[in-house]
């Protein structure tokens, strides 16, 4: 039986991305049939009166799988964010960020292989902000024992599945003592009792990122709170080529929404310029998450074939512009086809 996957082809270069992606996916035969939801300004736009609307989370909660383009969130007004709504009324706590140095993308740095995994519900990425008085803004950082533990828990054990050796705490509890303080408390805990087989290190954010810029190849899982690591994704994207590189993944118990780590790209938007490959490289991680997940070989095939059709697209110079190319979304996703 082939899985059905919700598509939410989002905002901006969302629904182009999107489309690039499914030819890829049915070409390389993943046993996937697709149900298109809104979200965003796409679902306002449709007249659904809600940039989340309730058919779109609950198609996800019936099927348990989506590929999700990225969503618009205006600056400084206007609606929150779709994406912090999603993750927060699916419980996708857990985002995974994989950030490799590719074949034929030259970039300052050879043999990045890490992983950002970042808490996905809390800190002040949640948004609670309040004016308190005239002219005083309070934003709010939360952090709970439950999820700094659950975050630090499925770090570890990704790390354990995924054989790597090493965890770094990204943190700033020399300032938050208790909100940032609170996570280091539980990931030594979680480390000392379970996974002390993986090494762990505890570094203050700041100094981490010039670590991070000087030689990238020292880190293997880096495990933050929200807000840093949404910060610190777009900083190991440029280690890599750029945001058209870079996948994720949003994980909740019930629930796995697969979507690149960039936005919606306002500046080239319609324009059928926007690199397709993050999104695809989600796809080929949503593609291992069922063949895992649901034991189902055809997925891991699909997945070993793109992978290796992409790379050799790379190699070939067969990219798109932000990689030096001159390649349109839909004629890179062609040359990935004809490598396939
Ligand atoms: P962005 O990631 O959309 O763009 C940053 C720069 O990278 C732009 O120059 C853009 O052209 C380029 N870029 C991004 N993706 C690319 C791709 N696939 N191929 C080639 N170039 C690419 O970040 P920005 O401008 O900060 O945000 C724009 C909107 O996206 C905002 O409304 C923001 O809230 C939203 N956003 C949504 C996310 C999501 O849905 N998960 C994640 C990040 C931002």
Redesign the pocket.
């Known amino acids: 039986m082939d899985h059905t996957i919700v598509l939410l082809p989002?905002d901006?270069?969302g629904p182009e991305?999107t489309d690039a992606v499914v030819h890829v996916l049915e070409r390389a035969g993943a046993p996937f049939v697709y149900t298109t939801r809104l979200a965003g300004q796409a679902a306002v736009d449709a007249g659904k009166g809600d940039t989340l609307p309730e058919e779109t989370l609950q198609a996800i909660r019936e099927h348990r799988l989506a590929l999700?383009g990225?969503?618009?969130?205006?600056?400084g007004k206007g609606f929150s964010?779709?994406?912090v709504g999603l993750r927060k009324r699916l419980n996708l706590y857990a985002a995974v960020r994989p950030v490799r140095s590719l074949p034929g993308v030259s970039t300052r740095f050879d043999g990045v292989d890490l992983v950002v995994v970042r808490e996905n519900t809390e800190g002040l990425y949640a948004g609670i902000e309040n004016e308190i008085v005239d002219g005083v803004i309070v934003s709010m950082k939360v952090a709970t024992r439950a999820a700094c533990h659950r975050i630090a828990h499925w770090a570890f054990r990704y790390a354990n599945q995924k054989r790597r050796a090493k965890v770094s705490l990204f943190h700033k509890a020399n300032i938050m003592k208790m909100s940032d303080g609170l996570l280091l408390e539980e990931a030594r805990k979680v480390h000392a009792i379970d996974y002390s087989n993986i090494a762990y290190e505890e570094l203050i954010i700041d100094a981490a990122h010039m670590k991070l810029v000087q030689d990238p190849s020292r880190f293997d899982i880096i495990l933050c709170e929200n807000l840093y690591g949404d910060i610190v994704s777009d900083l190991c994207a440029g280690l890599v080529g750029?945001?058209?590189v870079c996948p994720g993944a949003n994980f909740g118990d019930d629930a796995a929404v697969f979507?690149?780590?960039?936005?919606?790209?306002?500046?080239?938007a319609g324009k059928k310029?926007?690199?397709?490959l993050?999104l695809l490289m989600s796809a080929v991680m949503l593609l291992r998450h069922v063949s895992d997940s649901r034991a189902d070989a055809r997925c891991a095939v699909a997945a070993e074939r793109i992978e290796a059709a992409y790379g050799k697209a790379l190699v070939d110079g067969a990219t798109?512009r932000?990689l030096g190319g001159t390649l349109g979304t839909f004629e890179f996703a062609d040359a990935v086809v004809q490598r396939l």
Not at 70 to 75: A, D, F, M, Q, Y
Not at 259 to 268: C, L, M
């Open positions: 989002g901006g270069i991305v999700k990225p969503c618009t969130t205006p600056i964010s779709v994406n750029g945001l058209g979507e690149a780590v960039h936005g919606s790209a306002p500046d080239i310029l926007a690199n397709p993050a798109t932000d």
